[in-house]
């Protein structure tokens, strides 16, 4: 496939590697050349220096023949506006853009062919608010991913002591949980990956990955760690987008608290929540903290645009005794550093993490249509869906355990119509199957892609 990439940012490049590694022909555009000259030198793809909304600077990047346009500068209107020339110049065939303004994503009509031709908008801001409910609603869970419009869903969870399952093999979990069906992807100890066993015996500190279906999730998370009372109380720092955002969407179902520095901010944002407290003030003060009982607060979610400001009050509100403290981490470099090195701060969140899953799912082969990055990039969940017949397929009509899938690679779960069916060695995939599948190390993403591709005869 031949993609270009507008902007060599984090995003961008990040994307880029991804893709050149998946014999995609590549080309990435930014006018910063010290963004672009260590991309070329360390990977097989093509750059060009310039504006990104410039015809012929689109020309000279291939755009003639281009199958897809990814902008994701740092511009809104510099998006928009190169997926627009792409059409009409180009008549580039898919136009994917990164918006961050809520402004333009109110106004369903504006992207459409006949309006500004971009066929998928990617909202940063939405899809970490999305992330950040997930895991509010499950208090216990390091990461939450949905699949198959949200039936089936993949969690990772730290195993403590007190859990059932701690201390015994995996296998007696279907002894303590009876009526509900659930398999064990990965098993991440020290770090390091562990192909899953019936054997395997879960330890503390365990990095556990498991998919169910999503009405059993809770029971799950219970046998490898005490259930976490539910989120009561909600602090967030910072009353941007994100701050905005997640004030509204959680102010029904919780107390919410958002502290914002600036004072006009402050006064705008009061005017546009309902229920949700708007506290004027600097969420690293220490005594506006304690005014505020943080040692009361379930959840401390700090999400301003500054990271150093984020982790710092992040890491304060949990000592001072908030039971969670997540941080909004926009370089990727940071959030390998708050996981790794065991800081205060309990969960790490990647805007450019989530924007990088939902573009991925977009540029996947053979059917994929969702794909979620893990572990800071190293594993995947992708969501493919099985066409064909046996006779030209590699997974139709086949059990799960003749399909030669590469190593670390395992097939969690299958949802077929509205039935949610949790993989066995014996289950049959069925054409049309929507097909969950964890894989362990990235490098084999292509692989798996092309078990799902079928043969020229299918039709």
């Not at 995996?170 to 098993?187: C, E, G, K, M, S």
């Amino acid at each position: 496939m031949k993609i270009i990439i507008l902007g060599a940012g984090e995003v961008g490049a990040t994307l880029a590697e991804n893709l050149a590694h998946e014999s995609n022909d590549v080309t990435v555009v930014d006018t910063n050349e010290s963004l672009l000259r260590p991309l070329q030198d360390r990977l097989d793809i093509r750059a060009v220096h310039g504006y990104a909304a410039h015809p012929a600077v689109l020309r000279d990047a291939g755009a003639n023949d281009a199958d897809m346009i990814i902008a994701v500068t740092a511009v809104d209107e510099i998006n928009m506006v190169a997926c627009q020339i792409a059409y009409t110049l180009f008549h580039t065939p898919t136009k994917i853009a990164r918006i961050r303004s809520a402004e333009y994503l109110v106004e369903e009509r504006l992207f459409h062919q006949d309006a500004i031709p971009i066929d998928m908008s990617i909202s940063p801001e939405q899809l970490v608010t999305d992330y950040i409910k997930r895991l509010i609603q499950y208090p216990g869970a390091l990461q939450v991913v949905d699949f198959a419009e949200g039936r089936v869903q993949v969690v990772g969870v730290k195993a403590y002591y007190g859990g059932p399952l701690v201390g015994n093999e995996l296998r007696a979990l279907r002894q303590h949980i009876p009526n509900v069906d659930t398999r064990v992807v990965a098993i991440y100890r020290r770090g390091k990956p562990l192909i899953p066993q019936g054997d395997t015996i879960v330890e503390a500190d365990d990095e556990v990955f498991f998919v169910a279906a999503r009405r059993d999730i809770k029971q799950v998370i219970g046998e490898l760690r005490k259930i976490d009372r539910p989120v009561k109380r909600v602090m967030l720092a910072g009353g941007g987008n994100i701050g905005t955002r997640l004030a509204l969407a959680l102010e029904n179902q919780c107390q919410v608290k958002v502290i914002e520095h600036n004072p006009e901010r402050a006064g705008w944002l009061s005017e546009r929540v309902n229920r949700s407290i708007v506290l004027k003030g600097d969420a690293a003060n220490e005594a506006l903290l304690r005014e505020e009982n943080i040692e009361s607060v379930d959840v401390f979610c700090s999400v301003t645009d500054d990271d150093e400001a984020n982790i710092l009050s992040a890491m304060l509100a949990k000592r001072l005794g908030a039971r969670k403290a997540m941080s909004l981490i926009n370089r990727l470099a940071y959030v390998d550093l708050i996981e790794s090195s065991g800081t205060q701060i309990d969960i790490a969140i990647s805007p450019k993490q989530s924007t990088i899953s939902a573009l991925l799912a977009h540029v996947r082969r053979g059917d994929v249509v969702r794909a979620h990055t893990l572990r800071r990039g190293a594993a995947e969940a992708i969501e493919a869906i099985a066409h064909g017949e046996r006779s030209n397929s590699r997974v139709v009509g086949r059990r799960i355990d003749e399909i030669k899938l590469p190593p670390g690679a395992s097939i969690g779960a299958i949802a077929r119509g509205d039935d949610v069916l949790i993989a066995h060695h014996d289950t049959v995939i069925e054409s049309g199957d929507h097909v969950m599948i964890f894989i362990i190390d990235k490098k084999y993403t292509a692989e798996v892609e092309q078990l799902f591709q079928v043969g020229v005869s299918y039709v």
